[in-house]
């Protein structure tokens, strides 16, 4: 299921990175650019994908859309790394006070529906590409923070880091030479599973209006846009994002999967 995985979002990085080359060399449509085209036009050797109800090309639209999704994903997801890691290690190791004030915060923000959360967020921040990233990176912060700390509060307790700290080390020290390699290792799977489960959110919040500007290509408005159209027949407006962001989920699903059984069968590392 790894290599699978793998393989499908490799593929879609790979979109990603060609898909602004190709509409500047000119081989691909300008996916806001409508005006010249046929409204509603079905699938054809001039647009693959047919165009929407604005005369947009939904092949380019949806390409280009998964470079929106990966950018919005990275950005929120490598944000929640960054905050519930160390929030994480410093109130598993540290406990007390601390540990239990971040524990508070943290199961006040999980106690929420995350669609609810992210949508609450993203009504309060606005509309584009950085608010949306921001409201999803809140959303995830607590499953990191949550994982890490049980994992730190564990891992504190073996003989190993006893026997540092009797020598003489220093909190920062532990953390970083002992604890972190041995808790971050289950941050891989949970950053998979969470990159799938955000491409759902993202796509809810352009279904509600409440993602990206109107002018920018994503899966999720273009979904919302084809509500009219497809009970009319114009099939073709939701099938293709709605196919490419489940494939990605698809493959994003498998990939955590797959790295959840190969970390299992990993011993951990005892410094």
């Excluded at 979904?223 to 196919?243: D, F, N, R, Y």
Aim: overall charge neutral; glycine content about 10%.
């Amino acid at each position: 299921m790894a290599r699978w995985g793998a393989c499908i979002v490799a593929i879609y990085a790979i979109l990603a990175l060609a898909t602004p080359v190709l509409d500047h060399w000119g081989v691909l449509p300008d996916p806001n650019a409508g005006l010249s085209n046929p409204i509603d036009a079905p699938p054809s050797w001039t647009h693959w994908c047919g165009t929407d109800r604005l005369g947009r090309d939904v092949c380019a639209r949806t390409l280009a859309g998964s470079g929106v999704a990966l950018q919005v994903v990275l950005l929120a997801l490598g944000l929640a790394l960054l905050i519930g890691v160390p929030l994480g290690m410093a109130s598993g190791y540290l406990g007390g006070l601390v540990d239990r004030i971040l524990v508070l915060v943290m199961d006040t923000l999980t106690t929420l529906p995350v669609l609810l959360l992210s949508v609450v967020l993203a009504f309060l921040l606005g509309r584009g590409l950085p608010n949306a990233a921001a409201a999803l990176c809140v959303v995830y912060v607590p499953q990191y923070f949550r994982v890490v700390r049980n994992q730190t509060a564990q891992v504190k307790a073996e003989l190993f880091v006893e026997a540092a700290r009797s020598l003489g080390a220093g909190p920062l020290w532990i953390l970083r030479r002992y604890l972190f390699r041995n808790v971050i290792t289950s941050v891989p799977v949970l950053l998979t599973l969470n990159a799938a489960d955000a491409v759902l959110v993202l796509g809810g919040l352009g279904f509600l209006g409440l993602g990206l500007p109107e002018t920018v290509p994503e899966w999720g408005s273009d979904l919302q846009q084809a509500l009219t159209s497809v009970p009319t027949g114009i099939w073709w407006t939701a099938l293709w994002p709605g196919l490419a962001m489940f494939v990605l989920v698809l493959g994003l699903s498998f990939l955590g999967e797959g790295l959840e059984q190969w970390l299992s069968s990993t011993p951990q590392r005892s410094g």
